[in-house]
Structure formats: C-alpha cells, structure tokens
Antibody
Framework: EVQLVESGGDLVQPGGSLRLSCAAS????????MHWVRQAPGKGLVWVSRIKSDGSTTDYADSVKGRFTISRDNAKNMLYLQMNSLRVEDTAVYYCARSSNYFDSWGQGTLVTVSS | DIVMTQTPDSLAVSLGERAIINCKPSQSVLGSSNNKNSLAWYQQKPGQPPKVLIYWASTRESGVPDRFSGSGSGTDFTLTISSLQAEDVAVYYCQQYYTPPLTFGQGTKVEIK
C-alpha cells in the first residue's frame, strides 16, 4: 500500500524558515516524480513544486521561486521542502503527492501557519 | 500559465439525479505526441486529501464507481456524476498536467438538494 506521511508543519513568524518532510513507503520511491501541493484554509489546491525521480530537475510556482527548495533522498525514501522567508500567505496545509502524470497518491498533509 | 476555470462554483442536486461540472483550460491540454488530454479530476471531502477520480480526461481510476465519468477534449471538459449518492458530497477539482506550473480549477462544491 502506498503511504505518504508529511511532517514538520508548525507555527512560524513571518520571515522565518521551516523544513517539511514526506516519508514514502509501499512503492519504489526512486521511480516517481514527487510534488508539494498546498491548500490555504478554506481555499483551493495550489501546486507548489515538483522534483524528478532522480532529483535532477525541479520546478516551482512563481509564488515560491527563490524562497522554497524541493529535494529528495532516494536512499531514505524521503521528500523535503525547505521553506525560507515565509510570508503570511504561505499559511496552508502542505501535501506531498506522487505522480507518473496526474497525482495518484497524496499524504494527509501538514499544517504550516505563518503568523506573528 | 494555463488557467483552469470550473463552472459552476457550487451546485445542489437531488439524490439519484445527475451532476455536471465543467472545466475550461485557457489553452489546449491535448498532447501532440500522445494524442491524450492531460486533464484529471479529483474529489476532496472535508478534512481529507484529494483523491483522483479521472485522468487523461476520461479514464476512471481503479476503484472509482462507474457513476463518475469524464469527457471532453482540448479546452472543454466535463465531469458527470450520473446518479448522485450521499457519499459524493465533496469539492471537485479539475487539474492540468500538460505543462508546469501545474494548475487546478477553483473547485466546485457539490451538495444534496
């Protein structure tokens, strides 16, 4: 069974940093592109970033480019999102998701709250 | 960026009746190399992550009831729930995976009338 478990969400002040993690199991992690998708409270889904299966290529939404960094450790079956210079508008539940094309598996999400 | 516009924003349908949700990408999501539309539909219930229902515009994910169907091509797509059940109350999103940034529609809330 595919499992994706996010962690690392917390309350952080504007301008602060946070690193999210996603532990993957039940599939060959190194064969799949992985993504972060976020959802602000009461709002819709917004794609944040993706990383190729071997980690060689990354893409970002314009809203996080230069502030967030996606990475992965295929030996540990882990996906990460380093978030710097956090803004109030980054407050959201952050989901990690697996894709071959569409998002076929999602974690339960971790809540990031940016507030003073 | 490809903007995904869903209509309506919400709809209320009687149990057993049909629900139709539309999705219009701002540009075609039909791939020239594979002749497939890179469009998926997701269902999200309160407090849960999204779940894929349909991909490649019309392929039902394994385990999804056959009352859910997807159709359309290019810049005009539809998700149909043929006979609404109580457990279908949720928000539904379309999403294009044709090109980054990957984008979602704003969501359509489906309720029971």
């Amino acid at each position: 069974e595919v499992q994706l478990v996010e962690s690392g969400g917390d309350l952080v002040q504007p301008g602060g940093s946070l690193r999210l993690s996603c532990a993957a199991s039940g599939f060959t992690f190194s064969s799949y592109r992985m993504h972060w998708v976020r959802q602000a409270p009461g709002k819709g889904l917004v794609w944040v970033s993706r990383i190729k299966s071997d980690g060689s290529t990354t893409d970002y939404a314009d809203s996080v480019k230069g502030r967030f960094t996606i990475s992965r450790d295929n030996a540990k079956n882990m996906l990460y999102l380093q978030m710097n210079s956090l803004r109030v508008e980054d407050t959201a539940v952050y989901y990690c998701a697996r894709s071959s094309n569409y998002f076929d598996s999602w974690g339960q999400g971790t809540l990031v709250t940016v507030s003073s | 960026d490809i903007v995904m516009t869903q209509t309506p924003d919400s709809l209320a349908v009687s149990l057993g009746e049909r629900a139709i949700i539309n999705c219009k990408p701002s540009q075609s999501v039909l791939g020239s190399s594979n002749n497939k539309n890179s469009l998926a539909w997701y269902q999200q219930k309160p407090g849960q992550p999204p779940k894929v229902l349909i991909y490649w515009a019309s392929t039902r994910e394994s385990g999804v009831p056959d009352r859910f169907s997807g159709s359309g091509s290019g810049t005009d797509f539809t998700l149909t729930i043929s006979s609404l059940q109580a457990e279908d109350v949720a928000v539904y999103y379309c999403q294009q995976y044709y090109t980054p940034p990957l984008t979602f529609g704003q969501g359509t809330k489906v309720e029971i009338k």
